[in-house]
C-alpha cells in the first residue's frame, strides 16, 4: 500500500468539524533536530552564529494518532521560564504562535493501533520563533481545544561562549552499586561585555534526549530543588567566565537496546512478542553501545512501520524481588515514567512483566525503581540503580542550556549558549 502524505490547513478540515475529541486519541509525540531524529530540538536562530552542538535551523514535531479519519488538530507554541513553566507572556505567546500546517501519512494496512502520524516543522510558514528559551508544543483538538498532548523544543541566540567540563566523582548509592557520580561544569564566558552579570542566572544539563529530567543550577529559581544527593554552585563574573557546577550525578549505565527492526524475532500477529530471554540486573556491566537515548525508526520500511504490543521480562535474580515498584523508561515512552509504564511482579514465573505497544526501531530503555503514589499519579524516589547498575563507561552524553534574563517584552527566559560532552570528551 502506498504512503500517502497531505498537507492540511485548516480551510480544508472543514468537512470534519463534526468529529468528538474522543475520537482522536494521540498515541506518541516526539521532537528532533530538523530530519534526523538522532538531533537534539535544538533551533538555531542566531545570524551568522556558529554553535558548539549540532543545532538545526528547524525541529520536527511527530506525532501517531487513532481516529477514524484525518482529526482536525493545531498546535500552539507555549514560551516557558527556564524551569518549564509557562511563563504567561502575551507578547511571546499570543494568538499567532499557532500552526494548523501538519503533513500527514496514512498507518500501514496491519496497523491497529495509530491510523495517522502527522508531522510539523517548525518555524513553518505560519509560524516563526522569534524569541529564544523553551517553548512547549502543545496539539490540540481544533473543535473542541482540547489538549491532546505536548512535547519540547529549546530556541538558541547564541551571545556567549559555553565550555562543558565533564568530570568523575563520587556519591553513596542506595543500592549495592558502583559510587561513581559526575560533576557537570558549565563556563560561560564572551568578549563582549553588552550582557550584564546578574541576567545570567541559570544553566540546565539534560541526559540527551532525556527532556523532561532538568538539572537546575540557579541563581533565580531557588525553590527548584535539584535531584536528591546532588548539590550546584555557581562562581564567577561574566563575562570573564562565570561557572555553573553540579556534582554527585549518578552516572547511571550504557542503555539496554531493543531492537525491533528484525520482523522474524518481532512479528505483527496482534498478540503480545514475549521479549527472547527476560533481563537480568546488569551491575553496571554492558556489551552493546546505545544510541545516546534515541529512538531510531529510519531504517524501518514504510509498510512495516506499525507498533507491536511487546511484553518486557526482568529477572531479579539474584536477590528478592524489589521492595519498590519498578518500571521502564526509554525513548519509546519520551524516558517518561508514569502508571501505565509499571510493571508487575508474577509469583508463579518469578518475574516481573508488562505488555505495551512500541514502535517498530532501535530503541534504547532502562529500568527504574521507585515509589507511585495512587492517589495523584506521581513516581518519587526515581532510581536506576537496582537493576541497572552504575558506570561512567557509558556513552551517555549531556547537554547544558545557558539562561539570560532578557527585559525586553514584558522579561523573558532567553537561551544564549548551548554546548554537550560526555566522559569521552575532554
Not at 288 to 293: F, P, V
Amino acid at each position: 500500500m502506498k504512503l500517502v502524505t497531505l498537507v492540511i490547513v485548516a480551510a480544508l478540515l472543514a468537512p470534519w468539524t463534526e468529529l468528538a475529541a474522543s475520537d482522536a486519541s494521540l498515541r506518541f509525540i516526539r521532537s528532533y533536530g530538523a530530519d534526523n531524529e538522532q538531533l537534539p530540538p535544538v533551533v538555531l536562530i542566531s545570524e551568522g552564529a556558529l554553535p558548539e552542538i549540532s543545532a538545526s535551523a528547524y525541529a520536527t514535531v511527530e506525532f501517531d494518532i487513532q481516529s477514524p479519519v484525518i482529526p482536525n488538530l493545531y498546535a500552539r507554541l507555549i514560551h516557558c521560564s527556564a524551569d518549564w513553566n509557562d511563563d504567561g507572556n502575551s507578547f511571546l505567546t499570543d494568538i499567532t504562535t499557532r500552526t494548523t500546517i501538519i503533513s500527514w501519512s496514512l498507518a500501514p494496512q496491519a496497523s491497529t493501533y495509530y491510523s495517522y502520524r502527522g508531522k510539523i516543522r517548525i518555524p513553518n510558514p505560519q509560524i516563526a520563533i522569534r524569541f529564544s528559551g523553551n517553548w512547549k508544543v502543545k496539539v490540540f483538538d481544533m473543535d473542541t481545544d482540547e489538549l491532546l498532548g505536548e512535547t519540547r523544543i529549546f530556541a538558541v541566540d547564541y551571545k556567549a561562549r559555553t565550555d562543558f567540563n565533564f568530570m568523575t566523582d563520587f556519591y553513596e548509592p542506595t543500592a549495592r552499586v558502583s559510587s561513581i557520580a559526575l560533576t557537570l561544569e558549565a563556563v560561560v564566558s564572551s568578549e563582549s561585555s553588552r550582557l550584564m552579570d546578574p541576567f545570567l542566572h541559570t544553566v540546565t544539563f539534560y541526559r540527551n534526549h532525556r527532556w523532561g529530567e532538568p538539572f537546575i543550577v540557579s541563581t533565580k529559581y531557588l525553590d527548584q530543588v535539584t535531584p536528591y544527593g546532588t548539590s550546584g554552585s555557581i562562581a564567577g563574573i561574566y563575562p570573564a567566565g562565570k561557572v555553573f557546577r553540579i556534582s554527585r550525578i549518578p552516572a547511571q549505565n550504557e542503555y539496554r537496546v531493543l531492537d525491533m527492526t528484525n520482523l522474524g524475532l518481532f512479528p505483527y500477529t496482534g498478540k503480545p512478542v514475549r521479549l527472547p530471554l527476560s533481563d537480568l540486573r546488569r551491575n553496571g556491566s554492558f556489551f552493546e553501545q546505545a544510541n545516546d537515548g534515541a529512538m531510531i525508526t529510519a531504517m524501518v520500511q514504510p509498510l512495516d512501520d506499525i507498533y507491536v504490543p511487546v511484553e518486557f521480562l526482568l529477572d531479579p535474580q539474584p536477590g528478592s524481588p524489589s521492595v519498590n515498584d519498578v518500571f521502564i523508561a526509554g525513548s519509546f515512552n519520551n524516558w517518561t515514567l508514569d502508571r501505565s509504564w509499571m510493571m508487575s511482579y508474577d509469583e508463579k514465573l518469578r518475574l516481573y512483566r508488562l505488555r505495551q505497544w512500541v514502535r517498530r526501531g532501535r530503541h534504547n530503555y532502562l529500568y527504574a525503581t521507585g515509589s507511585l503514589n495512587i492517589d495523584d499519579g506521581t513516581i518519587h524516589d526515581i532510581s536506576f540503580e537496582e537493576f541497572e547498575g552504575n558506570t561512567a563507561s557509558n556513552t551517555n552524553s549531556y547537554i547544558a542550556f545557558v539562561y539570560y534574563r532578557v527585559l525586553d517584552y514584558g522579561g523573558y527566559d532567553a537561551i544564549i549558549s548551548v554546548a554537550a560532552s560526555n566522559i569521552y570528551k575532554r
